[in-house]
């Protein structure tokens, strides 16, 4: 019997069972008023040594403590954490991104895109940099690179101290000849431009420049590149041995070279080199694991497919590979020098769980640690790896914190997110499954949550929730928090679906290198086959499939109601990308290349190109103010929706980004509740909601 057959059959009877438990009112899905069926799990902040992990616990009013914690027993005595700083960072008027030198003696920020340094004994301010203007950004990061290299977390920070304290590496932004965007804020009379420096697929990028500056003496070096050539840096990373290495990566994003760069000339040394003939991932903060000073760097790359550990000497030799198979969302947790082991997390034996797994740095010996069905999250490895902690779980098995011991044996449940009260709840069923893919070469997974008191010989609309983008999944064996709007359409008697399409992250690199001058295609293509298959089963309304996401999810809901438009019936795009050729270059040009590169690759994968077949049930959200995904997007699509006589429904929030926030998001709910409640569920929205 295969795994679709058999999951099909445990629903050919009602559940009579789930009828006689309580169901959650209006109020404690809406207003706050959640029951208590769940415990919070304890909070593991690391290790205080190889017999005591650190919990940070809260008293109830908001106060946080440190509790070093016997992983036997339980005991728990007051701990102070010596990597938590009393100080707090300075207060500097007009800084952004404040940085302690390590040794705690100077504070780095920008002011008005130049760098600054403040000895903080003396209080005296230096500007390292004086040439920032509304186009030259000195440590201030271009949007770019923002969104696309140094990620959201980096707060458009792009400078770097040195681990000794005596120098700080920052990136230099020109972005006089990048395209400007104008954003028009309609408020007041008469409303207002905000021009935003953005370079659309096939646009010419800001030039940046790597420097070194001395804080002993304030003087740069500049790294020997090029500013004028076509290119992207990577995170700059300073080694234990105060080396600084820079990724550099060509336009076409196919070929990196690692530099080892000469502080006193700025003169570069290749130590790592990797093509492709697809693309290499630029942003990947795990690329780099360095041991100690002399004792080389691992390097995590996905070049034979999957993505694997490398050990590689100071001077870019290889030493051996760690790892070997199909192992992917590889995140290394610790490295133990003395024993040459290192331990990490990674999905290898279900490619919707993650495991623990230790392996010996010559690559002989890897082992899995965790076991059973289910996915192993949060996991904090003892200094000697004597234990570790692990959050565990499934879709149908409630989050539990675990002790595990070297081995991998579950020694201790240190806690349990179940309570009693769970079991008078009439919680849905919520099940992994997989689809084959039109072409049989992948098993599709998808996690399926039936409504509460499912009944196989009814019929029930269909509700998709995906995002779609590369590497970038959504469906995972672990548990999916009960309550919520997903307990409320399971009581609605909707059944509520994700899925993954095969560039996702199930299937390594293989998968995603589908999509290569195609982007869309493929992911269309393996949601039709899900929603064909889901159409397929008896409990199925056919006429009520329906899809919604959000940004690349918004692209794939819009594509859905045109390319899709023989499968799909209704759907709720927020904030899509409509056509490539909008989108950013360093993103877009990563699978696609330019549109002069690759004109017939963003015709295919435009939406506009399929709006003949869109039949209608389309609803578009869009903030007018969106700086990522500009509403410009939805515009285009709205006029080419109204020269084909299209009917649709669409949704402006002034002044909201990408995404929608604050009042609107409760507008934003109600009016998607409203849509579901009139096309999928055939009723009028609950007076509750007004």
Request: with cysteine; aromatic share 14%.
């Amino acid at each position: 019997m295969n795994k679709i057959a058999s999951i099909t059959l445990l629903f050919v009877l009602p559940l009579f069972a789930a009828a006689q438990k309580k169901t959650f009112t209006f109020n404690q899905i809406f207003r706050g008023e959640y029951p208590s069926i769940f415990k919070q799990l304890p909070e593991v902040d690391g290790w205080a040594d190889d017999d005591h992990y650190i919990e940070l616990r809260d008293d109830g009013r908001g106060n946080n403590s440190y509790l070093s914690v016997d992983a036997l027993t339980g005991k728990a005595v007051p701990h102070v954490n010596p990597d938590i700083k009393d100080e707090e960072a300075p207060q500097i008027e007009g800084a952004q991104n404040i940085t302690v030198s390590p040794d705690g003696k100077f504070a780095a920020y920008t002011r008005a895109n130049n760098l600054y340094i403040t000895e903080l004994a003396s209080n005296k301010e230096t500007a390292l940099t004086t040439d920032g203007s509304e186009t030259i950004l000195n440590g201030y990061a271009s949007w770019i690179y923002y969104e696309e290299i140094l990620g959201r977390s980096s707060h458009y920070k792009a400078f770097w101290w040195s681990p000794d304290s005596k120098s700080i590496a920052y990136m230099r932004f020109d972005e006089k000849d990048v395209p400007v965007f104008p954003i028009y804020f309609a408020d007041g009379q008469h409303g207002y431009l905000e021009t935003e420096r953005y370079p659309k697929a096939g646009d010419k990028n800001p030039e940046v420049k790597i420097a070194i500056v001395s804080i002993a003496d304030k003087n740069t070096v500049w790294m020997d590149f090029d500013e004028h050539r076509d290119q992207y840096f990577g995170t700059p990373q300073w080694s234990p041995a105060n080396n600084l290495l820079v990724q550099w990566m060509n336009r076409s994003q196919d070929s990196l070279i690692v530099y080892k760069m000469k502080k006193t000339d700025g003169s570069k040394t290749p130590v790592y080199t990797e093509h492709q003939p697809t693309w290499i991932s630029l942003d990947d903060d795990q690329r780099f694991k360095f041991l100690s000073a002399g004792k080389g760097v691992i390097i995590k790359s996905d070049k034979d497919g999957w993505e694997n550990l490398y050990l590689y000497d100071d001077n870019g030799k290889e030493i051996s590979k760690i790892t070997q198979g199909n192992f992917w969302g590889t995140e290394i947790l610790k490295t133990d020098e003395k024993n040459k082991l290192v331990y990490f997390i990674a999905r290898q034996t279900h490619s919707g769980r993650f495991d623990v797994f230790k392996a010996s740095f010559d690559g002989k010996k890897i082992i899995r640690l965790t076991n059973g069905n289910y996915c192993y999250d949060a996991v904090n490895v003892s200094p000697k790896g004597k234990y570790f902690t692990a959050i565990y779980s499934n879709v149908s098995t409630p989050p539990a914190l675990g002790l595990f011991d070297a081995k991998g044996k579950l020694v201790r449940e240190i806690g349990n997110s179940k309570t009693a009260e769970l079991d008078e709840y009439a919680l849905p069923v919520t099940k992994y499954v997989t689809v084959k893919s039109s072409d049989g070469n992948f098993d599709l997974p998808m996690i399926i949550t039936y409504p509460v008191n499912f009944d196989s010989t009814k019929k029930y609309p269909v509700w998709i929730s995906v995002y779609g983008g590369p590497n970038a999944g959504t469906v995972y064996d672990r548990w999916k928090a009960a309550g919520g709007l997903t307990q409320w359409w399971a009581q609605e008697g909707m059944i509520q679906v994700m899925m993954d399409n095969r560039s996702s992250g199930h299937f390594g690199k293989k998968g995603i290198n589908y999509i290569f001058k195609q982007m869309g295609k493929w992911e269309i293509e393996d949601y039709m086959t899900c929603a064909k298959w889901l159409k397929s089963q008896r409990w199925v309304d056919n006429n009520k499939v329906g899809i919604t996401g959000g940004s690349f999810g918004g692209y794939v809901t819009c594509m859905a109601l045109t390319y899709g438009a023989d499968v799909f019936t209704h759907g709720i795009s927020n904030y899509p990308v409509t056509d490539w050729q909008l989108y950013d270059t360093h993103y877009t040009e990563r699978f696609m290349r330019t549109p002069r590169e690759n004109p017939e690759g963003y015709e295919s994968t435009s939406v506009l190109t399929y709006v003949k077949k869109y039949r209608g049930g389309l609803r578009l959200v869009h903030g007018s103010t969106d700086d990522n995904v500009h509403m410009q997007n939805s515009i285009q699509l709205v006029d080419a929706l109204q020269d084909a006589d299209k009917s649709f429904e669409l949704m402006i929030y002034p002044n909201q980004r990408h995404g929608i926030g604050s009042s609107k998001a409760r507008h934003n709910l109600k009016e998607t509740c409203r849509f579901i409640y009139r096309y999928m569920l055939g009723k009028e929205l609950p007076k509750e909601f007004n």
